[in-house]
């Protein structure tokens, strides 16, 4: 018991909010403070993904011009994932499909798939082991088709500026299934502006397109906002740890993100310099963007079998120097 408090939330804890208003009007969010320095908000209604993330009150992430937006207004045509981009600090992209609209074995699949865009079925949290846990699970499952459901569980220790996430994935359904899966990590201002330094621990760097192959050797150099900017993507190869670091040296601090590159053998660099379209996306996951049709013609397409499930895990790491 600390005396000189009245509730335990004068120094960490989590609040629920719902939002008044707007496309967003009635979505639930979580809001975690961890008690040094670290705050999450967890939108509930888009996968329990991370929507905002500030460290000792400076802002971390890109939050798009959508702003929020309720999965009501999520058009899965083509590339109109788009209009419901809020982007936030992770957009989880997937389970059916990642990257680029086609069409694999007669589906036709849409930008990045639905996953980000579904609610979560439920949610809880609770305090363990010094530790702030959340857990919640999103379906994306369909009659005549595929049946997949992921299982997220965040673990926020207290007092110390770094999370995890778990996500399990498993095919509930009777027959094989192909599943995808890309974490959208997003940098924003002011942590990120063309001063930021950014280390990528790869062996391989492979540009998406020409395009991007033209400034190859400025991957690593941000850039001021440019207007009529055309977005660069860079796919890294790592072998065993993946890791991935920004670090602003006007504000003395950075993040970083840590996973098993075995599992996520997927990692890209989307380097987006324009006007209030200014982000860098450090993405994980077990495939490119380039279509879930050229992921299973390059052999890198996953599969589960029917009851069979898969974890995968990022650690994310706030840092001052």
Same mark, same amino acid.
């Given at each position: 018991?600390?005396?000189?408090?009245?509730?335990?939330?004068?120094?960490?804890?989590?609040?629920?909010?719902?939002l008044?208003?707007?496309?967003?009007? *009635?979505m639930?969010?979580?809001v975690i403070?961890?008690?040094?320095?670290?705050?999450?908000?967890?939108?509930?209604d888009?996968?329990a993904?991370?929507?905002?993330?500030r460290?000792?009150?400076?802002?971390?992430?890109?939050?798009?011009?959508?702003?929020?937006?309720?999965?009501?207004?999520?058009?899965?045509?083509?590339?109109?994932?788009?209009?419901?981009f809020?982007?936030g600090?992770?957009?989880?992209?997937?389970?059916?499909?990642? *990257?680029?609209?086609?069409?694999?074995?007669?589906?036709?699949?849409?930008?990045?798939?639905?996953?980000?865009?579904?609610?979560?079925?439920?949610?809880?949290?609770?305090?363990?082991?010094?530790?702030l846990?959340?857990?919640?699970?999103?379906?994306?499952?369909?009659?005549?088709?595929r049946?997949l459901?992921?299982?997220?569980?965040?673990?926020?220790?207290?007092?110390?500026?770094?999370?995890?996430?778990?996500d399990?994935?498993?095919?509930?359904?009777?027959?094989?299934?192909?599943?995808?899966?890309?974490?959208?990590?997003?940098?924003?201002?002011?942590?990120?502006?063309?001063?930021?330094?950014?280390?990528?621990?790869?062996?391989?760097?492979?540009?998406?397109? #020409?395009?991007?192959?033209?400034?190859? #050797?400025?991957?690593?150099?941000?850039?001021?906002?440019?207007? *009529?900017y055309e977005e660069?993507?860079?796919?890294?190869?790592?072998?065993?740890?993946?890791?991935?670091?920004?670090?602003?040296? #006007?504000?003395n601090?950075?993040?970083?993100?840590?996973y098993?590159? #075995?599992?996520?053998?997927?990692?890209?660099?989307?380097?987006?310099?324009?006007?209030?379209?200014?982000?860098?996306?450090?993405?994980?996951?077990?495939?490119?963007?380039?279509g879930?049709?050229?992921?299973?013609k390059?052999?890198?397409?996953?599969?589960?079998?029917? *009851?069979?499930?898969?974890?995968?895990?990022?650690?994310?790491?706030?840092?001052?120097?």
């Amino acid at each position: 018991m600390n005396q000189y408090i009245g509730h335990y939330s004068q120094c960490y804890g989590i609040e629920e909010h719902r939002l008044v208003g707007g496309k967003g009007d *009635g979505m639930r969010l979580l809001v975690i403070n961890n008690g040094s320095g670290l705050e999450a908000t967890i939108s509930l209604d888009r996968n329990a993904d991370i929507s905002r993330l500030r460290y000792k009150g400076m802002n971390m992430s890109y939050f798009s011009p959508c702003g929020y937006v309720a999965p009501a207004y999520y058009e899965s045509k083509g590339a109109d994932w788009l209009k419901s981009f809020t982007a936030g600090f992770l957009t989880t992209c997937g389970l059916q499909a990642v *990257g680029s609209p086609c069409t694999d074995e007669g589906e036709e699949l849409p930008l990045h798939g639905s996953i980000a865009n579904t609610p979560t079925e439920y949610s809880f949290w609770y305090e363990e082991d010094g530790c702030l846990i959340v857990k919640a699970r999103t379906s994306d499952e369909t009659i005549f088709g595929r049946k997949l459901c992921l299982c997220r569980t965040y673990t926020f220790p207290i007092g110390k500026n770094e999370f995890t996430f778990s996500d399990t994935i498993k095919n509930t359904g009777d027959k094989k299934e192909p599943f995808e899966i890309l974490y959208h990590m997003n940098m924003g201002y002011p942590l990120l502006d063309e001063d930021s330094v950014v280390k990528i621990e790869s062996e391989e760097v492979t540009p998406r397109n #020409k395009h991007a192959a033209e400034d190859i #050797k400025n991957w690593m150099n941000m850039e001021k906002p440019t207007p *009529g900017y055309e977005e660069r993507c860079y796919y890294h190869k790592m072998q065993e740890r993946g890791y991935a670091s920004i670090y602003q040296p #006007k504000k003395n601090i950075g993040l970083a993100m840590e996973y098993d590159a #075995k599992e996520l053998d997927g990692f890209v660099e989307w380097k987006m310099m324009g006007v209030r379209d200014y982000v860098l996306g450090l993405e994980c996951g077990n495939c490119y963007p380039d279509g879930r049709d050229v992921m299973r013609k390059t052999g890198m397409l996953k599969f589960l079998k029917s *009851g069979e499930t898969k974890q995968y895990q990022v650690k994310i790491k706030c840092f001052e120097k």
